[in-house]
C-alpha cells in the first residue's frame, strides 16, 4: 500500500527517482517512456501521469505530465519534490521568437524572462530564472550530437502564462528586440522554483513554429494536418528526449 501518498498526481514513496522528466503533453508521457527501458505506468490522476523507465545505463527516470502553463506545473513539481527528485528536465515545445528559430529547430534555454506570476510564490521578480549551469551544457552538448548546429540554440526564453494574447498587450517586439530565443508557458517557474528548493532544472524545447511567422492556428477542418505532425519537428521531439537521457547517463557516469 502506497504511503504519503500525494493528492494531485497520486505518487507516493518509492515512486519518484532522482531524475524526472516532465512535459506538458500528458499524451506524450507513455511515448517518452516507451522510448526507454521497462517502461511502467505509476499513476493515472485528474488527467495527470506519471511513469517510470530506464536510461540505457540502468539509471531510473520519473516521466511526469504536467499539463499546461505555469499552475498545474507548479502542482506536480510540488509534490514530486516532496517525494524525493533532485533533478527536474522540462523536455516540451516552444515558439520561436529569434527570427532563426524554426519550426524543427530546438532551443536549450539559459535562462528565463518570468513574466508569470506563480513563480512569485517562490521569490520576488527580481530573483533570476537560470538554469542550472551542468544541465544546460550536458543538454546542450547532447542534442549538438544529434542535430545540426543551425538548428541547435541556446539563450534566453520568455515564460508567459498567457496564450492568446490581447493585441494592445502583446509584447513580441520588446523580446526581440532584446534578442529573446523562444516562448513557452513553464520554465521560469520550474527554474526559480528549483534554485529556491535546492534542486537542478533545466529544460529543452522543440519548436513548432515562429511567432513571426508560421505557427500553431485554427484548423479549418478537423482531418487537416497540423503543425505538430511536421516531420522536422517530430524528428526534434525525438533528438531532445535521446539528448536528456544521454546527458542523465553521462552525469551519472562522470560522479
Known sequence: MKTRVQPHLRVGDGDVEKHVIITGNPDRVPIIASRMKNPEEVSRYRGLVT????????????????????????????????????????????????????????????????????????????????????????????????????????????????????????????????????VEMESSLLFTFAQTRGLEAAAILSCDGNLHGAQKTEQAQEDEETGEQNPLLVEAIAKSLDAVVMAIDKMEESK
Not at 511513469?51 to 505555469?70: C, D, H, L, N
Not at 498545474?72 to 520561436?96: A, F, K, P, Q, Y
Not at 518570468?114 to 542550472?132: K, Q, T
Open 51 to 182: 511513469y517510470r523507465a530506464y536510461t540505457p545505463k540502468g539509471v531510473p527516470v520519473t516521466i511526469s505530465g504536467t499539463g499546461m502553463g505555469v499552475a498545474s506545473t507548479h502542482i506536480c513539481i510540488e509534490e514530486l519534490s516532496r517525494l524525493g527528485c533532485e533533478v527536474i528536465i522540462r523536455l516540451g515545445s516552444c515558439g520561436g521568437i529569434d527570427p532563426l528559430v524554426k519550426a524543427g529547430d530546438v532551443v536549450v534555454p539559459t535562462a528565463c524572462v518570468r513574466d508569470e506570476r506563480a513563480s512569485l510564490n517562490y521569490a520576488p521578480m527580481g530573483y533570476p530564472a537560470v538554469a542550472s549551469p551542468r544541465w544546460f551544457l550536458a543538454l546542450h552538448e547532447s542534442i549538438l550530437q544529434l542535430l545540426p548546429p543551425e538548428r541547435v540554440h541556446a539563450g534566453v526564453n520568455w515564460t508567459s502564462d498567457i496564450y492568446y494574447v490581447n493585441p494592445a498587450l502583446n509584447q513580441l517586439d520588446l523580446w526581440t528586440r532584446a534578442r529573446v530565443k523562444s
